[in-house]
């Protein structure tokens, strides 16, 4: 069994203590962010910052590959340090490289013409669309960069795919109540590409976004509420729209695993939602990712332990508990009491599950800490 921390390379001051510290845990691994988006992020045991603002849209590693169109810009803390390849150095801890790929503003800010847009047109500048060749190319090449030149265990790929309407922007307004069904529509994307591609795969994918823009209007107008389960069902474009958005994405990890190193596993972080069960509206098919990588990662944020274990076995009906990794949150807002993390990895355990992770070790409280390290120490998770 295993366990992993997923961490941020602007809280490794020193190294040698930071991995000192995560070995106390009973942790064996990091899963530190290689390329990461900007954040506000509150940090209970930094020795130099308890708010920290890193650059948007950045790599944490230095990049040796030709990129084409979209290029990766180097954070200016790896432009000094890096720490990535300071851990990779190092025999006593394994690394993973955390990738998140098309959640990423300063590159849709530069390349808008690559961005999501909704059925109305509007862009979407966080969220790069997995259907433009350009965005493609460039997941795939920094993906194969980073495996071939770091000694890295395994990738962990998030938004692969396409990211939802309320996955998350600086100050957000709206002065509607959230609603299951404007999200889900207002998070389609209906680019050039993906107009294109669900026109190949016979999709009247026009028609299906004139829909939805007359739908999306009456109700900001004050029109009754609509039912998303109703219109996945009744609507056959928009069943079929949402398989063709999985196929891209699948091919698109696929490519990805193609291009990396076969030494170094490539898994997929199932979803930026919760539950799973919502993940299509990413264009994740999460038994289709799983057939086409190493396995996935599971979020399980959930607010109980049995929620937990519900989560769990919704996705363990699809895939191979085997090849299946879970990351848990101990602490808030998922976690109130230590007995909420011992329940939930006893549970994950007896469903087979046996590799962890646990976000995040440089924002967890000390009372936190503690609590992994008492479960982890006294599970032997790691040899």
């Not at 992993?4 to 040698?16: C, R």
């Not at 942790?27 to 992020?41: D, M, N, P, Q």
């Not at 069904?181 to 590409?193: E, I, R, T």
């Not at 016979?202 to 219109?231: F, K, M």
Request: hydrophobic share 40%; with cysteine.
């Amino acid at each position: 069994m295993t366990a992993a921390v997923y961490a941020y390379p602007w809280n490794f001051h020193d190294p040698d203590a930071a991995v000192s510290r995560v070995r106390a845990l009973g942790a064996g691994e990091i899963t530190l962010a290689a390329s990461y988006h900007a954040g506000k992020f509150l940090q209970p045991g930094d020795a130099q910052a308890r708010v920290y603002f890193p650059e948007d849209g950045t790599v944490y590693f230095r990049p040796r590959k030709d990129y084409a169109v979209v290029r990766p810009r180097i954070s200016v803390l790896t432009a000094e340090r890096d720490v990535l390849a300071e851990l990779c150095g190092r025999d006593d801890i394994t690394v993973n490289a955390w990738m998140v790929l098309n959640h990423n503003t300063r590159l849709g800010m530069l390349h808008p013409d690559l961005t999501a847009r909704n059925a109305f047109g509007d862009a979407y500048p966080y969220s790069l669309c997995p259907s433009q060749p350009e965005v493609r190319a460039y997941a795939v090449t920094l993906c194969g960069d980073i495996a071939e030149n770091y000694r890295l265990k395994s990738l962990l790929l998030e938004t692969p795919g396409f990211l939802t309407y309320g996955h998350g922007f600086h100050h957000e307004f709206a002065q509607v109540a959230p609603n299951a069904w404007l999200d889900a529509m207002l998070g389609l994307c209906f680019c050039d590409p993906c107009r294109e591609g669900a026109k190949r795969a016979g999709i009247e994918v026009d028609g299906l976004a004139g829909r939805i823009c007359t739908a999306v209007d009456v109700w900001l107008d004050g029109g009754a509420d609509q039912s998303l389960e109703d219109w996945n069902a009744n609507d056959a474009d928009l069943a079929a729209y949402h398989r063709f958005r999985c196929q891209v994405v699948t091919s698109l990890v696929a490519d990805i695993r193609a291009a990396v190193d076969p030494a170094v596993k490539v898994k997929v972080i199932a979803t930026c939602q919760r539950p799973h069960a919502t993940a299509y509206l990413e264009g994740h098919d999460l038994a289709a990712l799983d057939t086409v990588s190493d396995g996935l990662e599971l979020p399980l944020y959930q607010s109980s332990p049995e929620a937990v274990m519900a989560d769990g076995r919704y996705v363990l009906d699809l895939v191979s508990a085997a090849r299946t990794s879970v990351i848990l949150r101990p602490g808030y807002p998922d976690m109130s009491r230590e007995s909420d993390l011992t329940e939930a990895l006893d549970g994950l355990r007896d469903l087979g599950i046996s590799d962890f992770a646990f976000y995040n070790c440089g924002m967890l409280r000390a009372m936190n800490l503690e609590w992994l390290k008492n479960a982890l120490t006294e599970k032997v998770l790691y040899v």
